[in-house]
């Protein structure tokens, strides 16, 4: 029987792969496991998507106390003191002794006994440099936590951030090397970085990167259809979960939520999760019964089945999507939720979607994620700002394939989960030089934190 952490590190072993990303191994993991307690669930995926989110804090921490090459060092074992550190320093509700020893039996538990003595005095040197005290700046000896906050403080200027204290200054100083710390400290790559304090300053920059670390907020779309959003309310509350409606009609929020599968409704499809930005873009759409629409990047479907519940499961959606197995989640969704109004369609690579005209046609692009960064982990080791370049490239060429699907006097909406102006505003003001036949009639910003991720959408009609 596996530990959280020999747990943990397997998973991100898988991870370092590069074969599946963190939250797609998390769930197969979690639906095959049936020993680990509800609490040490909740630890296994704290820990796997912390220490990926984390990287570059925790070996900032790390590599001043190993004494040899950190590429010297096995990636197993990295990924071992990597585990230690992020419960040494980042979290607060583990003692020193048992994130140590823990993790130290860890590497029993996965064939490197031999490696215990030194992980466990490298994890114990640091360990006698994390004191116990908090201070809410930005320090060289001070490391962010990663805390949920009440979704109203993130929407403030400067959320409650508290930072743990070190006895040694292991992070570059804020006041002289404010690129390097906010790298550093928060874990984010330098470009990056770059680019937010350019645009929005250091305050601001902070509060998105204090959010990407934070344990994403999970929202609810409830589907009205079968039941009112105050009904389903009093369902969650009779169960003993809480949650709170948010801005948009079919919103809710829920600040301590169980398991996905165990909240009432699930299998009787009254609910589906999707972030609260992301119910916006459906909805910009302005979906009716009876319209023909085209989604040409559908899977895994939360706004393809966001759609037909607009709708109201009459008309016809065309779901269009290159990746079968995200398809095929697709298809179960729109199941488990008793839409039948979409079909289902799986392009090839090159080969071009499917021909109009459609009333509406909805473009959710791929992109670089960068308002999301708090729920695929791996996202922004991913970021490169050179491939910036390839990625618009390919959102111009299906904003194209879109226009000449829409019927004349149609809707388009273009989407993206980034926070980058080249994928979105920019790209849309060139594609209004090209086609001056199109007019903008609703543009959105969603800024990370208020009070949800971050992303663009745009509303175009087609005249």
Known sequence: MKTVRSAAAELLQRCRSGRAFAPELLDQWLAEDTVLSGPDRR?????????????????????????????????????????????????????????????????????????KGFLNAVLRR??????????????????????????????????????RRLRQALLPDPQEQSLEYLAAAFSLPRSLVSRWLERQGWQETIRWAAWFNAPPPLWLRVQTRRVSREAFRDCLAAAGIASQPGPHPQSLYLPDPPPVRQIPGYAEGKFTVQDLSAMLVASALEPHPGMRILDLCAAPGGKTT??????????????????????????????????????????????????????AVLVDAPCSNTGVLHRRPEARWRWRTQDLKTLTRRQADLLRQALAAVRPGGTLVYATCSLEPEENERLIQELLRAFPRLEVEEEYHAIPGRPADGGYHVRLRCR
């Open 126 to 163: 640091l360990a006698a440099l994390v004191s116990e005290d908090f201070v809410s700046s930005p320090a060289a000896d001070a490391v962010p936590l990663d805390e949920s906050l009440p979704l109203e403080s993130w929407s403030a200027d400067s959320p409650p951030l508290r930072y």
């Open 306 to 359: 966001h759609l037909a519940e607009l709708m109201n499961d009459q008309g016809h959606v065309l779901a269009c999507d290159i990746h079968p197995r995200r398809l095929e989640t697709l298809r179960r969704l729109a199941q488990r939720l008793g839409l039948n109004c979409i079909e289902p369609h799986l392009l090839h690579p090159q080969e071009p979607p499917p021909s109009g005209p459609f009333d």
């Open 43 to 115: 630890l296994l995926t704290q820990l796997v998507c912390g220490v990926i989110r984390r990287r570059a804090t925790l070996d900032a921490l790390i590599q001043p106390l190993v004494e040899r090459p950190w590429s010297a060092v096995e990636p197993v074992l990295q990924d071992l003191l990597r585990l230690g550190a992020y419960q040494l320093v980042v979290l607060t509700h583990i003692p020193a002794y048992a994130a140590v020893d823990a993790t130290v039996s860890a590497a029993g538990e996965l064939g490197w006994p031999r490696a």
